[in-house]
């Protein structure tokens, strides 16, 4: 589970500024994408942290428009390649900080050109928070769905227009980035592929949230691997269990799409910086992962 025990608030909310103005809101954000680990992470474990190096990649801030506002994203690819396959990489509620950058260098060292757009950006700064209360509160709820998905859609174009080839597109995240994972994956035709790490899977609607990932489950447009832990317990198995019975009733995507349960693995066990780190199914996880992309065709 998130440590929301967190009392000392490191961070907060930037004074508005307008949100067509993403280069000045940018540069009042206090910290570089892919730089550090987020406050509100805390306590940190860096001593199991995984460290890719960026030898033989191309990495680092790239700024994405998407109708005018200018979006950060963390983009790791192999140096000098194009045609390359598309990850997206959708963050925690933490934001795009160093352990999502190691990530998207990963999947850049397995041949991918990944990118994890900063998706909080225009309500806030996520990663200044030192409690995760108030970063739900103040940035995290605030953050529409259908914001998500042009955000995404503007990112998957950014990408064919810089060495990616849009034709071979993955969609992964990690706890809230998980819940977008599945919905991204109902939205865009062109996702082939979706792994899901321990993202929520029901809700009440809301204005901002109108459909979860229950909901959706039936139009898929490419499979989704859910990767999800049995000691979660923000995420109780029953709701795996329904999500598995929307599957069964969808569209040949939706019925390809399975899951992975592990029997001891609690919230965030892949999230190698932080006590809930399970080596064993992360590193199973990962390899999960690039074989699912391989096997629809992101690859």
């Known amino acids: 589970m998130l440590n929301d025990d967190l009392t000392h608030d490191l961070g907060a909310l930037l004074p508005g500024q307008s949100t067509d103005s993403g280069a ?15 406050a509100a992470a805390a306590p940190l474990m860096a001593q199991t942290a995984i460290k890719t190096p960026a030898d033989g990649l191309t990495v680092g801030e790239v700024m994405i428009d998407v109708n005018g506002f200018k979006m950060p994203a963390y983009r790791a690819a192999p140096a000098g390649k194009t045609g390359l396959p598309v990850v997206l990489v959708l963050s925690e509620i933490f934001g795009v900080h160093e352990y999502i950058a ?19 950006v225009r309500q806030g700064d996520a990663q200044s928070y030192g409690e995760i209360a108030k970063l739900m509160a103040e940035v995290i709820a605030k953050v529409p769905d259908a914001q998500v998905m042009g955000d ?23 706890c ?41 489950a039936a139009r898929l447009n490419g499979p989704v691997l859910g990767l999800y832990g049995a000691a979660d317990t923000g995420i109780p198995l029953d709701t795996v269990d329904k999500m598995k019975t929307a599957l069964a009733a969808g ?11 592990y029997p001891e693995a609690p919230h965030a066990f892949h999230a190698d910086y932080r006590p ?15 074989a699912w992309f ?3 065709g992101v690859a």
């Not at 199914?281 to 999960?288: I, L, M, S, V």
């Open 152 to 174: 995404l859609d503007a990112t998957v174009k950014w990408a064919a227009a810089n060495g990616g080839d849009a034709s071979k597109l993955g969609v992964t995240g990690f």
């Open 24 to 38: 000045t809101r940018r540069t009042a954000l206090k910290a570089a994408l892919g730089v550090g680990y987020a």
């Open 251 to 261: 569209n040949a995507a939706a019925k390809a799409s399975t899951f992975v349960v």
């Open 102 to 120: 190691d990530t998207a260098r990963r999947f850049a060292k397995a041949g991918y050109l990944a990118i994890a757009p900063e998706l909080f």
């Open 176 to 216: 809230w980035g998980g819940r977008q994972v599945w919905l991204y994956a109902a939205h865009n035709p062109a996702v082939k592929a979706g792994v899901a790490w321990y993202g929520r899977l029901v809700g009440q609607p809301s204005e901002l949230s109108p459909r979860h990932p229950v909901d959706v």
């Open 276 to 290: 809930s780190f399970r080596k064993e199914p992360a590193e199973d996880g990962w390899k999960r992962a690039l």
């Open 294 to 296: 391989k096997q629809h």
